[in-house]
């Protein structure tokens, strides 16, 4: 089924940790890896993340469309960076050396090629652990990990909760969406936009109704079997921290702290070669 | 103290209505006690599931009279969540009762509520999955399960608290008729093995009755009109005066002139006494019933070749399907889920394309139409009327299709004008659809489709979770409208409705139609039956009891006696 949480089951060091330390170092990651712009730092995170890939043992064919489709992202940002601003990197390094003996706006510079470089590594230090995030954390799992956090637990089971309805709701917006279709509303791109946004409410409105059911039997369902009995709840699918789990999130930290300081001591995000 | 709950003079009204739901009602239930509750919808049958099960007056808030009490304790003073821990309701729906991600985490939610913590959790919730056997699904979806898995495990759900007693709001409202047989059997087993109570509410009498039953209550208009052993009961004619129905084999005794009495043990058809004298009315009436007539020969309206269509591109949804439809023919599509009824028709509609295979209509090829060309000849009526409803007020929302076709306002007022009064509906035309009953939704939905004229029109589960009345009131609208020359096809679970309302029936089962021949032959066929999870009917037993050899012909000419005499 296609799941908001691409899950993909394995039996890994990356698997083993809870959902709640993998978000929080998720975070700290990508702070880390968007606060500096210094090349040897990101040079290492990426390097980091594919070692982080390989040690979960999820299989890049595996996350192929996640990967291709942040690819073609790449690409399509990094050209338009340069379409856009080709003299980026000479305003950040200070410097301006043509490359090829070409000048002009549009030369390529060595400082432009840099920046371009840098972005591209942030890329590659950023992506591949968001990827991992999503392919190796158990929904319910993060649920029950997000209210050992502190977050409370109606709040942490809705996120559960609405992972189950996904599929329900798309099969059902699918089929309503087809009968309407057959009494005549068009939802094509041939129709002009008022006219589609109208055609929408013949969609969403039995939508909403049906839901609106579904919310009413979801709720008896889950009070008749004592959901909200007591201020805390116990988790089938939790896991207690481990050491591993503490470890995790302390590098993660250790990370921010390199990339703060490195902050200092480039006066500045950037690391300049040129000077 | 071996009375679990008990009613006295008890009565309740919603704060929201101005009268009350339920009025007087005695009775009690003891431990180990099952019980069928029975009644016509608006009965307040299921008002009372909810004072049973706290849901009443801890959710839905209302004023009580009278006293309920749950061993010996008032329930009003006690906590849903007391209730809760001895009272196990399974929902109707258990689809959208389903909460958990996977089949394990939903048998572990009430513990998981109650703060049980590891390794306890684990070993209850396996020793639970085992129990409702349904322990080697522990990590799937509920998108993966098929009907009567689902309902193991909501059973598994409130098994896991150790309940006393156990209510099952109409469990086989959902399920194709062996996977409710299987239900009734599994409720029946489970009760056996745990001692618990047991509350069945559901007006398919004969499917619920299929395992015996302690008691049987019987309420209408919010009274207890009935509370005695199924023998009695069935021996009068309560059942059919409050609007339930009552089983075929009796209906069939009762034409034969048998007057039935508590001893000849009517609760089941297994346990019926059909003596000499009981046998040899059955045969007076066989020979004397009217032989089924052959339906006129008319032409070809739809003429679909060798179909064949995949979701996926791995398997078919659809294999090879070939299927002659004639004009004015009034036809069954019966099957498991997942056997490919639903995929067929949406293939008609147009919702989805054929992989291969052709599809005739009025031997014009179907093929080049789009969903909406398609939708002017073959119209499709969706199970849930909630599902297509989009308007505030009737007129708006059967005019909907003929406003899209941009037909002009003058014709739009007349044709919805006369479909509404063909479908029943002038007197509300101008009120909102949100006062209309369930069933007269339907029909709303109905005329919707009608009103763009089509000559086929295709029901998805006409009739799913109504009542007999309501049941009866929709088909029999749907006959009318078939006498004027529209071809209806339904999509079906219910084999009485096949039984009383279809021409033919075809029998799907993965993908492929193994059968396609009239009602009375597929239902006494016992090899089809098993491959369409249908259920074999009760009166090809109560023939054989009779000694009648053709059962065939016995279930044909009964169709055809309440189709003449009964109905008229």
Redesign the interface.
Known sequence: MNNLFNYIEKESPVHRLTGATKFVCLLLWNFAAMYTYDTRYLLVMAILSFFLFALSKIKLKEVSFMLGFTAVFVVLNNILVYIFSPQHGTEIYGTCTYLFGLSGKYAPTAEQLFYHLNYFLKYLATIPSVILFVSTTNPSEFAASLNKLGVSYSVAYSVALALRYIPDVQKEYYEISKAQQARGIEMSKKAPLIKRIKSASAILIPLILTSMDRVEIVSNAMELRCFGKNKKRTWYMGRPFKWTDIAAMLFCVLLVIIAVFLNFYNKGRFFNPFI | MDTLLKFENFGFKYDAQSAPTLFDINFSIKKGEKVLIAGPSGCGKSTLVHCI???VP??YKGKITGSLSLFGKETRDLS??EI??HV??V?Q?S????????V??DI???????????PE??DR?MQVAKLVNIHDFMGH???ELSGGQKQRVSLG??LV?DVELLIFDEPLANLDPATGKQAIELIDELQKKTGVAVIIVEHRVEDVLHRSVDRMVLMDKGRIVADTTPDELLSTDLLAEKGVREPLYLSAMKYAGITVTPDMKPGSIDTVRIGEDEARHIQDWYEKAPSDKAPADTDTILDVKHLSFSYDGKRKAIDDISVNVKAGEMLAIVGTNGAGKSTFS?VL???EKENSGEIFFEEKDFSQYS??E??DRI??V?Q?P?????KVMIFDEVA??L???GVSDEEINTRVENTLKICGLWPFRKWPVSALSYGQKKRVTIA??MV?EPKVIILDEPTAGQDYRHYTEIMEFLTTLNKRGITVIMITHDMHLMLEYADRAIAFSDGKIIKDADCAAILTDSDIIERASLKETSLYELCKKAGIPDGTDFVRRFIAYEREVVRQ
């Open positions: 099960n706290g849901l801890f959710s849903l969540f809760s821990k196990g309701t929902l729906d689809d959208a009762q389903f909460v958990g991600l996977t394990a985490e572990a939610f009430a513990l998981e509520n109650d703060c049980v913590g590891e959790l684990h919730v979806a509920p998108t759900g409130v608290d949406k509609c147009g919702f969903i909406k398609r939708a119209g499709y969706m849930n909630n599902q297509m409803i989009s909907l299709g406003k899209s076709r919707s489709i763009l």
